[in-house]
């Protein structure tokens, strides 16, 4: 039985709450060795890829604004905001916003990998192997969302211009994107337990009002130039395992003591 949505969404809120305590307490950032340099290659790579999403702030170009026109400010600021939003739209619709997320992957199998092991003593060994293996299913699971996206999307589209409610396609649209893309950042929690990426995808179906959350918190991520994406990637991650430990697991948040050679497991 899935916990209440009211219960789910505060869960999801508090936990995102801790999520930057916890990271700092337990020093998650420190020991990556063997995907040290994958790391800050595949990282860089994301961060490249983000930065296109400030070619979204050159809307003077097309939309200059005159002082002297007040009677036009109005229209000005409406065409500028217009402007943006289509080419924020453009920038991360699609499949753009999960290449993003697989070049974050080495991020999210370490941090998520630290996590579970203070949450459940999920062993974490960060090693080339389990990386490769990790990637591969990032790979997947994004072109799982983006094909669901792509069919949910039109399907969304389809039905609410039947009803005549095209105004809320948008808004639909944006939803659907938020759960699939939370979807694809807490496959790591159904990875850490045993699950087929299926098995992942139909269990935390019960769980929409934390992925549409922390969709949403890494669109908003997405929007800080450089950091965006990195930090969206490990924060989203933290906090959909600190989520899941208190809804899927209902027990007590164990003591968060700093992870160290003595309570991890030996690094190869």
């Not at 936990?15 to 998650?28: G, S």
């Not at 005159?66 to 109005?74: E, K, R, V």
């Not at 899941?244 to 991890?264: F, G, I, K, S, W």
Request: aromatic fraction near 12%.
């Amino acid at each position: 039985m899935q916990p209440p949505l009211n219960l789910q969404v505060r869960t999801t809120l508090s936990a995102c709450k801790k999520t930057v305590p916890f990271i700092k307490h337990n020093r998650l950032w420190q020991d990556f060795g063997q995907i040290k340099w994958i790391a800050r290659i595949f990282t860089a790579a994301g961060v490249l890829l983000a930065l296109q999403f400030l070619k979204a702030f050159e809307f003077w170009k097309f939309t200059p604004f005159n002082p002297n026109a007040l009677a036009n400010a109005g229209a000005n600021l409406s065409h500028i905001g217009s402007n943006l939003y289509q080419q924020m739209a453009d920038m991360y619709t699609g499949g753009y916003k999960y290449l993003v997320l697989i070049c974050m992957q080495a991020l999210i199998g370490h941090f998520g990998g630290k996590t579970s092991y203070l949450l459940n003593q999920i062993s974490y060994e960060p090693t080339f192997k389990s990386y490769l293996h990790d990637q591969w299913r990032i790979i997947k699971v994004s072109g799982l969302s983006w094909v669901s996206e792509i069919f949910y999307g039109a399907l969304a589209a389809a039905l609410l211009g039947v009803v005549q409610l095209s105004l809320l396609e948008q808004p639909v649209s944006l939803l659907i994107q938020c759960y699939l893309l939370g979807f694809t950042i807490a496959d790591v929690y159904g990875a850490h337990h045993g699950m087929s990426i299926m098995q992942s995808y139909r269990f935390v179906k019960g769980y929409a009002p934390v992925l549409v959350i922390l969709g949403a918190v890494y669109y908003l991520l997405l929007l800080l130039p450089v950091a965006g994406a990195p930090v969206g990637a490990i924060f989203c991650t933290v906090a959909v395992l600190l989520t899941m430990n208190l809804l899927a697991n209902p027990q007590p948040m164990p003591p968060a003591v700093p992870v160290t050679p003595q309570n991890q497991p030996h690094e190869q």
